[in-house]
C-alpha cells in the first residue's frame, strides 16, 4: 500500500469511527510515520507532545475500527490499514473522480480546486513558499556582511526555523559566499556535547572527533556561517557542559575568526544560559538578538490574499479579520486556521 492510499484508507476508517476527516496535524504524523520516522523528528514545528498526542489518537482509532481486543501502535499502523482496507471493500471511497456522481456539479466543482494553499507545516525550506520577513533578513544579511553574529528569539512556530532555511538558501548569492559557507545543524536531533562536535566536524568536512584548538587550527583561512536551530538544547546540563559554547565563542569571535553563528531559540540567550549571576553567557556577549514577531495586521493579510491569488476560493474581509484576530498573526496559527476555512468553503 502506497502512501497516498494508506491516507485515503485512513481518512475513511477517521470518517466512519470519529465522524470527521482526518486533520492536516495526522496526515502529517502518517505520512512521517509510513518513512519509519520517530516521533521526535516530527516535532519541526510541532511540540513533541501534540505529535505524540495525534498518533495515539490514530493509533486508537485504528483499534477501535479493528475490534477483537487488536492494539495498533506506531510499528504495527500499516498492516492495520491493510487489513481495514481489504475489510471495508467496496464501502471505501474511490479517488476523487470516480467518486464523483455524474450529475453532482457542485462536487465536479471541489474536485478541480487547487490543493489548500495553506497547507505549510513546520519549517518551510522552499524559498516560494517563503512569505515577508524581508526586514527580519535584511537585519540578519547586514549583520553576517560586518561580521557579527546573530541570535533569532521568538516564540514557539513563529518561524525561526524556516528563517535559518531562508538564511542557508540566499545567503550565499547575497554575501557573495560558496554555497557550502552555510551550515545548519537543528540541535533536536543532537543527543550530547560530544554528538554536536562531530555533527559540527561533519558538515564542516573534517574528520571527527576533533574541538577546541585542534578545531580551530583546521579551520585556519575558512569561514563558515553556522545556524543553530533549537539552540536552548545545550542548556540541558545532563548532556551539554556548558564548554561547548566558550569553545564556539573562541570560534567565532574576532574579525577573522572561522565561524560567524545564527542562534535560533525562544528565549534570549542571557536567559538562556545564565553561567553566573557575574557573568552573560559566552554566546549572548557576541550575538546581535533580532527578534521574530508575529505577522502585522496588513502582513497577515497580504499573505491570505497572496496564498488565494487566482484561487476559485475568496475570503471575505469579514472572514479575513478574523482570522487574523484569532491567530494574533502568529504564522503557524494563521496558516491552520485560514486552512481550516478553506476546507470549509471547498466543501460548500
Given at each position: 500500500?502506497?502512501?497516498?492510499?494508506?491516507?485515503?484508507?485512513?481518512d475513511?476508517?477517521?470518517?466512519?469511527?470519529?465522524?470527521?476527516?482526518?486533520?492536516?496535524?495526522?496526515?502529517y504524523?502518517?505520512?512521517?510515520?509510513?518513512?519509519?520516522?520517530?516521533?521526535?523528528?516530527?516535532?519541526?514545528?510541532?511540540?513533541?507532545?501534540?505529535v505524540?498526542?495525534?498518533?495515539?489518537?490514530?493509533?486508537k482509532?485504528?483499534?477501535?475500527?479493528?475490534?477483537?481486543?487488536?492494539?495498533?501502535?506506531?510499528?504495527?499502523?500499516?498492516?492495520?490499514?491493510?487489513?481495514?482496507?481489504?475489510?471495508?471493500?467496496?464501502?471505501?471511497?474511490?479517488?476523487?473522480?470516480?467518486?464523483?456522481?455524474?450529475?453532482?456539479?457542485?462536487?465536479?466543482k471541489?474536485?478541480?480546486?487547487?490543493?489548500?494553499?495553506?497547507?505549510?507545516?513546520?519549517?518551510?525550506?522552499?524559498?516560494?513558499?517563503?512569505?515577508?520577513?524581508?526586514?527580519?533578513?535584511?537585519?540578519?544579511?547586514?549583520?553576517?556582511?560586518?561580521?557579527?553574529?546573530?541570535?533569532?528569539?521568538?516564540?514557539?512556530?513563529?518561524?525561526?526555523s524556516?528563517?535559518?532555511?531562508?538564511?542557508?538558501?540566499?545567503?550565499?548569492?547575497?554575501?557573495?559566499?560558496?554555497?557550502d559557507?552555510?551550515?545548519?545543524?537543528?540541535?533536536?536531533?543532537?543527543?550530547?556535547?560530544?554528538?554536536?562536535?562531530?555533527?559540527?566536524?561533519?558538515?564542516?568536512?573534517?574528520?571527527?572527533?576533533?574541538?577546541?584548538?585542534?578545531?580551530r587550527?583546521?579551520?585556519?583561512?575558512?569561514?563558515?556561517?553556522?545556524?543553530?536551530?533549537?539552540?536552548?538544547?545545550?542548556?540541558h546540563s545532563?548532556?551539554?557542559?556548558?564548554?561547548?559554547?566558550?569553545?564556539?565563542?573562541?570560534?567565532?569571535?574576532?574579525?577573522?575568526?572561522?565561524?560567524?553563528?545564527v542562534?535560533?531559540?525562544?528565549?534570549?540567550?542571557?536567559?538562556?544560559?545564565?553561567?553566573?549571576?557575574?557573568?552573560?553567557?559566552?554566546?549572548?556577549?557576541?550575538?546581535?538578538?533580532?527578534?521574530?514577531?508575529?505577522?502585522?495586521?496588513?502582513?497577515?493579510?497580504?499573505f491570505?490574499?497572496?496564498?488565494?491569488?487566482?484561487?476559485p476560493?475568496?475570503?471575505?474581509?469579514?472572514?479575513i479579520?478574523?482570522?487574523?484576530?484569532?491567530?494574533?498573526?502568529?504564522?503557524?496559527?494563521?496558516?491552520?486556521?485560514?486552512?481550516?476555512?478553506?476546507?470549509?468553503?471547498?466543501?460548500?
Open positions: 500500500m502506497d502512501l497516498d492510499e494508506l491516507i485515503r484508507v485512513a475513511a476508517v477517521v470518517r466512519q469511527e470519529l465522524k470527521r476527516p482526518l486533520s492536516d496535524l495526522e496526515r504524523v502518517l505520512q512521517e510515520s509510513f518513512k519509519g520516522k520517530s516521533y521526535e523528528q516530527m516535532t519541526d514545528g510541532w511540540a513533541f507532545k501534540t505524540k498526542d495525534a498518533g495515539s489518537r490514530l493509533w482509532c485504528f483499534s477501535q475500527a479493528l475490534g477483537d481486543g487488536v492494539k495498533v501502535q506506531k510499528s504495527t499502523f500499516q498492516m492495520a490499514l491493510v487489513r481495514l482496507s481489504e475489510r471495508m471493500g467496496h464501502h471505501l471511497p474511490e479517488p476523487a473522480q470516480a467518486a464523483l456522481s455524474p450529475d453532482s456539479s457542485l462536487q465536479k471541489a474536485v478541480n480546486l487547487p490543493a489548500n494553499p495553506f497547507g505549510d507545516r513546520g519549517r518551510i525550506t522552499d524559498p516560494s513558499r517563503f512569505f515577508d520577513r524581508d526586514e527580519i533578513l535584511r537585519q540578519v544579511f547586514e549583520a553576517l556582511q560586518q561580521g557579527a553574529s546573530v541570535s533569532l528569539v521568538g516564540e514557539s512556530r513563529i518561524g525561526k524556516s528563517l535559518l532555511a531562508i538564511i542557508c538558501a540566499r545567503g550565499p548569492a547575497t554575501l557573495q559566499l560558496p554555497p559557507a552555510f551550515v545548519q545543524i537543528n540541535m533536536q536531533s543532537i543527543r550530547d556535547e560530544a554528538e554536536f562536535f562531530e555533527a559540527l566536524c561533519q558538515e564542516l568536512g573534517i574528520e571527527p572527533p576533533c574541538r577546541g584548538y585542534a578545531l587550527r583546521k579551520l585556519k583561512d575558512t569561514h563558515h556561517i553556522l545556524c543553530l536551530d533549537e539552540v536552548e538544547r545545550m542548556s545532563d548532556d551539554f557542559s556548558g564548554r561547548e559554547r566558550t569553545e564556539l565563542r573562541g570560534l567565532a569571535d574576532g574579525a577573522n575568526a572561522p565561524l560567524t553563528l542562534t535560533a531559540s525562544r528565549l534570549p540567550l542571557s536567559q538562556l544560559f545564565p553561567d553566573s549571576p557575574e557573568q552573560t553567557s559566552p554566546l549572548a556577549g557576541i550575538c546581535q538578538t533580532i527578534q521574530v514577531e508575529p505577522f502585522s495586521p496588513a502582513i497577515a493579510q497580504s491570505i490574499m497572496h496564498r488565494l491569488q487566482n484561487n476560493i475568496q475570503f471575505t474581509s469579514a472572514q479579520h478574523q482570522l487574523i484576530a484569532q491567530s494574533g498573526g502568529h504564522p503557524a496559527r494563521l496558516q491552520e486556521s485560514a486552512a481550516d476555512l478553506y476546507r470549509q468553503l471547498s466543501d460548500v
